[in-house]
């Protein structure tokens, strides 16, 4: 049969560190209070001429340079943000720079949950559609979207990217081991839409001459900040995020007992900590590293993974489950083997 694996992984992230003391003096809130109802500490935010593309680019190329891949050698490139540079996306233009020059990409939009989409359709498209190498990007500056006035949102989020290689594999019946991709669960659900997001209006006129047609030319549309109700994201994610790991385990065959490492997006270490115990996980198999970076939406995840596997934590052939979760709402899981 056919298999993939993740064979590489990079991130990137802003020079400029932003302190829970930093924010507190723009708005009315405290290191204590954050830290110990969030788990963060610092954030890392876009500054200068630092842009989304150019954070998705290093951490392709840092991915590929693990992989041991030639950037020639890449079939599809997928760039998993909410906040490209450009509203068209910015896929194609990160595959250029990175050199790609025989791969075609495209934008995946699904907020928190865009990187284990990402890795889902990178292999079906491994599995099903013949590529070889699939270059799966995580990116997201929500930091452009924040209502810096707001302390119930302002203190969650950083920006930053992350990226995995995924490779074709021929699977023997004899070593079936060499899948990495071993079972996945998505799902959306509109109704959530109210609770996070960052929706257009059309406030801007071009014209104000309608020229005899009215209601025409349409205004220009712009997005608002982010606006969240931290209270209902929270019981969606404690209550969500359990059910669908447990339904991707069962896809791949295996007890929650296998799993090596707990991956979730990194958005709070309490919706962290009440996930884990909800699957039986012991805290030391538990990934975090939102005390330094905050939710960085799709960034997270592969953010995490890449610390984890450079500092020697995540070893070949560890069980990871990883779990994507946010506006849509939309969220995820995938087991992975490294
Ligand atoms: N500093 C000090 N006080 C604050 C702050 C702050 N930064 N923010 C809110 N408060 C106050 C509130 O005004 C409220 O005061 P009141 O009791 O006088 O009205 C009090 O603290 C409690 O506020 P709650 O909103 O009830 O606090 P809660 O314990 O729910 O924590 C939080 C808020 C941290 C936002 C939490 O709800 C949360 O993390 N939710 C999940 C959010 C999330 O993960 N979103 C992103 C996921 S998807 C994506 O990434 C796009």
């Given at each position: 049969?056919?298999?993939?694996?993740?064979?590489?992984?990079?991130?990137a992230?802003?020079?400029?560190?932003?302190?829970?003391?930093?924010?507190?003096?723009?708005?009315?809130?405290?290191?204590?209070?954050?830290?110990?109802?969030?788990?963060?500490?610092?954030?890392?935010?876009?500054?200068?001429?630092?842009?989304?593309?150019?954070?998705?680019?290093?951490?392709?190329?840092r991915?590929?340079?693990?992989?041991?891949?030639?950037?020639?050698?890449?079939?599809?490139?997928?760039?998993?943000?909410?906040t490209?540079?450009?509203?068209?996306?910015?896929?194609?233009?990160?595959?250029?720079?990175?050199?790609?020059?025989?791969?075609?990409?495209?934008?995946?939009?699904?907020?928190?949950?865009?990187?284990?989409?990402?890795?889902?359709?990178?292999?079906?498209?491994?599995?099903?559609?013949?590529?070889?190498?699939?270059?799966?990007?995580?990116?997201?500056?929500?930091?452009?979207?924040?209502?810096?006035?707001?302390?119930?949102?302002?203190?969650?989020?950083?920006?930053a990217?992350?990226?995995?290689?995924?490779?074709?594999?021929?699977?023997?019946?004899?070593?079936?081991?060499?899948?990495?991709?071993?079972?996945f669960?998505?799902?959306?659900?509109?109704?959530?839409?109210?609770?996070?997001?960052?929706?257009?209006?059309?406030?801007?006129?071009?014209?104000?001459?309608?020229?005899?047609?009215?209601?025409?030319?349409?205004?220009?549309?712009?997005?608002?900040?982010?606006?969240?109700?931290?209270?209902?994201?929270?019981?969606?994610?404690?209550?969500?995020?359990?059910?669908?790991?447990?339904?991707?385990?069962?896809?791949?065959?295996?007890?929650?007992?296998?799993?090596?490492?707990?991956?979730?997006?990194?958005?709070?270490?309490?919706?962290?900590?009440?996930?884990?115990?909800?699957?039986?996980?012991?805290?030391?198999?538990?990934?975090?590293?939102?005390?330094?970076?905050?939710?960085t939406?799709?960034?997270?995840?592969?953010?995490?993974?890449?610390?984890?596997?450079?500092?020697?934590?995540?070893?070949?052939?560890?069980?990871?489950?990883?779990?994507?979760?946010?506006?849509?709402?939309?969220?995820?899981?995938?087991?992975?083997?490294?």
């Amino acid at each position: 049969g056919m298999g993939s694996k993740l064979v590489g992984c990079g991130s990137a992230i802003p020079s400029l560190s932003i302190s829970n003391d930093n924010l507190s003096k723009i708005v009315e809130t405290s290191d204590e209070w954050i830290a110990a109802r969030t788990g963060i500490r610092n954030r890392r935010v876009l500054s200068g001429d630092e842009t989304l593309r150019g954070l998705s680019i290093q951490a392709a190329k840092r991915a590929l340079e693990m992989a041991q891949v030639k950037p020639e050698d890449v079939d599809l490139v997928l760039l998993c943000t909410s906040t490209p540079d450009d509203l068209f996306g910015g896929a194609a233009q990160v595959l250029t720079e990175v050199g790609c020059t025989n791969a075609f990409g495209f934008d995946i939009t699904a907020a928190c949950s865009g990187f284990i989409v990402g890795l889902i359709t990178a292999t079906r498209f491994i599995k099903g559609g013949g590529l070889q190498n699939v270059l799966v990007v995580g990116a997201d500056a929500l930091s452009k979207f924040v209502d810096w006035t707001d302390r119930g949102t302002c203190i969650l989020f950083g920006d930053a990217a992350g990226a995995v290689l995924v490779q074709f594999r021929i699977l023997q019946a004899c070593s079936a081991d060499e899948d990495g991709l071993l079972g996945f669960c998505v799902q959306s659900d509109g109704n959530g839409q109210k609770h996070l997001n960052a929706a257009t209006s059309n406030d801007e006129s071009i014209l104000s001459n309608t020229n005899g047609v009215p209601g025409f030319p349409p205004k220009k549309a712009t997005y608002s900040c982010i606006q969240m109700n931290g209270k209902e994201v929270f019981r969606f994610a404690v209550r969500c995020v359990p059910q669908s790991i447990e339904k991707a385990l069962e896809e791949a065959g295996l007890p929650a007992s296998s799993i090596d490492w707990l991956l979730l997006h990194q958005a709070n270490q309490r919706i962290i900590d009440a996930a884990a115990n909800r699957l039986d996980i012991p805290s030391d198999k538990v990934i975090s590293n939102l005390a330094n970076y905050g939710n960085t939406s799709a960034a997270s995840i592969p953010l995490a993974l890449d610390e984890a596997v450079r500092s020697g934590k995540v070893k070949t052939g560890d069980i990871i489950a990883a779990s994507g979760f946010g506006a849509g709402l939309t969220w995820g899981s995938a087991i992975v083997k490294w």
